[in-house]
């Protein structure tokens, strides 16, 4: 999904990234509400994702960050502003682009440094003979809703997921850009340690946490999901200045 923006908002732009195994529906309404609003909108398919979970165990997580890069770049190509906002691995990925790139602001929904089950850690030694584990998807409350997140969650993947949450939180302190993070009281994949990482690590002069107490993991679908969107535009304006 890519929209041009309008009006004032027409020059600000905002990259709209899902999750691991996820996909864009888990992310549309809010990318939706942003458009209709008049941001600029770039929503990517994550390399790896929207197919099978077989091609995601093949699917290096450097191919990852180039698809949300991808996105950053083709919005700066036509914006003065760029926002991220990132859910659950989306939000790794926009805290690792942030340490790279200058951009406006991040908005991060229950972001993933760190898993919440503790077999994740053993993915690089388990993918040897483990090929997936049932999935992680759907953690909703809101009864109807569907992320169309994959079957099967595979092991190789995970291995690749924990080498991001590495690379990442390394260069934690170069992420200086106002951050607004959405944190669920009860969310089952990923666990606190993630937030307090990021709090511990980033430099951002400006960082605000808004707690989300009628959601689970995948709040951009669930109960809290209109919170999200007027509180994370209205954090867009007043950064931006419009």
Not at 3 to 24: D, K
Not at 115 to 132: E, F, N
Not at 170 to 181: D, E, F, G, M, S
Request: glycine content about 8%; overall charge neutral; hydrophobic content about 45%.
């Amino acid at each position: 999904m890519i929209t041009a923006g309008r009006g004032e908002l027409s020059r600000i732009g905002v990259v709209v990234c899902h999750g691991f195994t996820g996909s864009p529906e888990s992310m549309r309404p809010w990318a939706e509400h942003l458009a209709a609003a008049g941001f600029a909108v770039n929503m990517p398919l994550l390399p790896g994702h929207g197919t099978s979970w077989e091609e995601l165990s093949r699917t290096p997580w450097q191919q990852w960050y180039t698809g949300i890069e991808a996105a950053y770049f083709e919005l700066s190509s036509r914006c003065d502003k760029v926002f991220i906002a990132g859910l659950s691995m989306g939000g790794a990925l926009a805290l690792r682009l942030a340490e790279h790139h200058p951009v406006a602001g991040l908005a991060l929904v229950n972001p993933g440094l760190t898993a919440a089950d503790p077999r994740a850690k053993l993915a690089g030694l388990l993918r040897h003979v483990v090929k997936s584990v049932p999935a992680i998807g759907n953690d909703i409350i809101k009864p109807g809703m569907e992320e169309h997140a994959y079957p099967r969650t595979p092991v190789a993947a995970v291995h690749q997921l924990n080498l991001l949450f590495k690379d990442t939180t390394k260069n934690l302190n170069l992420v200086t850009a106002p951050t607004i993070l959405f944190r669920s009281s009860v969310d089952h994949v990923v666990p606190d340690s993630s937030v307090t990482a990021i709090k511990a690590g980033i430099t951002s002069p400006d960082l605000r946490i808004v707690p989300l107490s009628r959601s689970y993991h995948v709040a951009t679908l669930d109960h809290d999901a209109e919170k999200i969107f007027t509180e994370s535009e209205s954090f867009f304006r007043e950064i931006a200045g419009v």
